[in-house]
């Protein structure tokens, strides 16, 4: 029994000598810790540090944590936040090493553990303090293999008028050391704001130039995946897109793809497929996007556009402007995602080149949207049997066979369609329209609404066939005369027409109080 004690003794006394050692540890590991890393941020940036918290802990070896750092440049990187703001701020870090690792110099620490990194770069103009943060040849007393953050910010701070700082919210973020002077490597996972969405890349970024940013070499891949389009005004679908991109971080080329199958725009609400694939060239200082080229595909038709998709703050959001050509699709897959009818107004071939302006702002889309160019549609045919019907006849008549028209002959005639156009406000304005059937060309200038509730179109209709031919029975006889004063410029009858009513039901007939309308 008596042994029993003496051992009880000896463990109790041990245990009161290690928690005495232990706390003289802690005691002395803190302050010369702090030191470490306060120095250790010195001499590799040349900057004024600041930490608000720190503390160490002999839980499984040695165990640091703190709070509150924050490195300063020489001036306010952002100008936009009240106070002075630094240009690195950790909300709070955490490592561990072994006790050995105290007395050496410099440290190794296999990862570091971070939350709520802040990376606050001045405007372009003030990036030479920049230059000033890199190492001033104070001795690095620590050195880390892996960085493991959570919620991460990187702003990017402009003087441009007109512009707000570009701001990337990252979820998690892990970098690899590969080694003195060379990239770190990288895994990076975000919710992307607009469209909503998850991101993830992995890749390459660095080395880092301190005096230039811009020229800090990145590449890698990316995967964007469940994008809610209808969190931008006016559009709607699930995006998913893939690619990679390289280059520096003011000239990132990205290529790569995208997908989403029920893709739809407020004003027709109907969902199509939309795939693309896209060469583009990115400005990660600023956001700005320059498209060269995009292939979208919609249902079975393919367009080219060349352009750029800038940010601006007046009002907040990015202006798309684009050059867009469809040299041969179909114009029903066009009117499927663009109008409400269904089915399409008309089925054919369509050429189209335009110009294309999506400023940001409050009103949808189709109020935003501003279009400029011209169009043609060959081989056309009209699914409203009523409007189809009124184009064979016209076209029997006009070639001079009213009694084939009469008897309501089927001659399931294609029709051409040409013009030159401007939207803006949801409504398009033809200055040019013309109109061919076998028989007939009519052109026309007028308005047409996206919302199907303004349809009036004036020209005037040149017919092969002389007025009487055109007609029956008495009423031939009776138009006879009146031949010569409609016989003109090389037709065999001119008259002056309009078009009225709706998209769905639109009215023709003809148009004597504008007889005197020109149309190019």
């Known amino acids: 029994m008596k042994r029993w004690r003496w051992i009880f003794g000896i463990a109790l006394l041990s245990a009161a000598t290690l928690g005495a050692v232990g706390a003289i540890l802690v005691s002395h590991a803190e302050p010369i810790l702090r030191e470490r890393i306060t120095e250790t941020l010195s001499a590799r940036f040349d900057s004024k540090v600041e930490l608000d918290g720190f503390h160490v802990s002999l839980v499984r070896g040695l165990q640091v944590s703190g709070k509150g750092l924050r490195l300063f440049g020489v001036t306010d990187p952002n100008t936009h936040e009240p106070g002075i703001q630094p240009i690195i701020s950790v909300a709070e870090f955490k490592f561990r090493t072994g006790l050995i690792g105290l007395l050496r110099s410099p440290m190794h620490i296999d990862t570091v553990y971070v939350k709520g990194l802040a990376l606050n770069l001045p405007p372009r103009e003030q990036r030479y303090q920049m230059k000033s943060m890199e190492p001033s040849g104070g001795k690095t007393k620590i050195t880390a293999d892996k960085f493991v953050c959570d919620q991460a910010a990187l702003v990017i701070n402009t003087s441009k008028p007109g512009k707000l700082p570009l701001e990337f919210d990252i979820e998690s973020l892990k970098m690899t050391s590969i080694g003195p002077g060379q990239p770190l490597h990288f895994d990076a996972k975000l919710i992307n704001p607009k469209p909503v969405g998850n991101i993830t890349s992995s890749g390459l970024?660095?080395?880092?130039?301190?005096?230039?940013?811009?020229?800090?070499?990145?590449?890698?891949?990316?995967?964007?995946?469940?994008?809610?389009?209808?969190?931008?005004?006016?559009?709607?679908?699930?995006?998913?897109?893939?690619g990679q991109y390289a280059g520096s971080l003011d000239n990132i080329v990205v290529n790569g793809t995208t997908d989403t199958p029920d893709f739809?725009?407020?004003?027709?609400?109907?969902?199509?497929?939309?795939?693309?694939?896209?060469?583009?060239?990115?400005?990660?200082?600023?956001?700005?996007?320059?498209l060269q080229p995009v292939k979208a595909k919609i249902l079975s038709?393919?367009?080219?556009?060349?352009?750029?998709?800038?940010?601006?703050?007046?009002?907040?959001?990015?202006?798309?402007?684009?050059?867009v050509t469809i040299a041969k699709g179909r114009i029903e897959d066009l009117l499927k995602l663009a109008v409400r009818t269904d089915p399409p107004v008309m089925t054919g071939v369509v050429q189209l080149k335009t110009n294309f302006d999506?400023?940001?702002?409050?009103?949808?889309?189709?109020?935003?949207?501003?279009?400029?160019?011209?169009?043609?549609?060959?081989e056309a045919h009209f699914a409203?049997?009523?409007?189809?019907?009124?184009?064979?006849?016209?076209?029997?008549?006009?070639?001079?066979?009213?009694?084939?028209?009469?008897?309501?002959?089927?001659?399931?005639?294609?029709?051409?369609?040409?013009g030159t156009f401007d939207l803006e406000n949801g409504v398009i304005?033809?200055?040019?329209?013309?109109?061919?059937i076998p028989g007939t060309q009519v052109n026309l200038t007028g308005k047409y609404s996206l919302d199907g509730n303004e349809f009036?179109?004036?020209?005037?209709?040149?017919?092969?066939?002389?007025?009487?031919?055109?007609?029956?029975?008495?009423?031939?006889?009776?138009?006879?005369?009146?031949?010569?004063?409609?016989?003109?410029?090389?037709?065999?009858?001119?008259?002056p027409v309009k078009v009225t009513g709706t998209k769905s039901e639109p009215h023709f007939g003809s148009d004597f109080g504008h007889k005197n309308h020109e149309v190019d």
């Open 301 to 323: 038709t393919w367009l080219v556009a060349n352009g750029s998709v800038v940010r601006m703050k007046e009002p907040n959001g990015h202006r798309v402007q684009l050059s």
């Open 358 to 378: 999506l400023p940001p702002g409050d009103p949808v889309m189709s109020d935003r949207l501003k279009l400029a160019g011209r169009f043609q549609v060959t």
């Open 429 to 436: 304005d033809f200055s040019q329209l013309q109109f061919n």
């Open 264 to 290: 739809r725009i407020a004003i027709s609400g109907r969902p199509v497929p939309l795939h693309t694939d896209f060469h583009a060239i990115v400005d990660g200082t600023n956001g700005d996007t320059y």
């Open 456 to 495: 009036d179109f004036r020209g005037k209709a040149r017919l092969d066939a002389k007025l009487s031919h055109m007609v029956t029975g008495w009423k031939s006889i009776l138009l006879k005369p009146a031949d010569p004063f409609f016989s003109k410029n090389g037709a065999g009858t001119e008259l």
């Open 384 to 418: 409203n049997e009523k409007i189809q019907n009124k184009i064979d006849a016209l076209s029997l008549r006009s070639q001079g066979k009213p009694k084939l028209a009469k008897e309501n002959v089927s001659e399931d005639v294609s029709s051409d369609l040409s």
């Open 205 to 242: 970024f660095g080395p880092w130039q301190a005096d230039s940013p811009r020229d800090t070499p990145v590449r890698g891949t990316y995967s964007f995946s469940h994008a809610d389009l209808s969190t931008i005004r006016g559009i709607g679908g699930i995006l998913s897109s893939t």
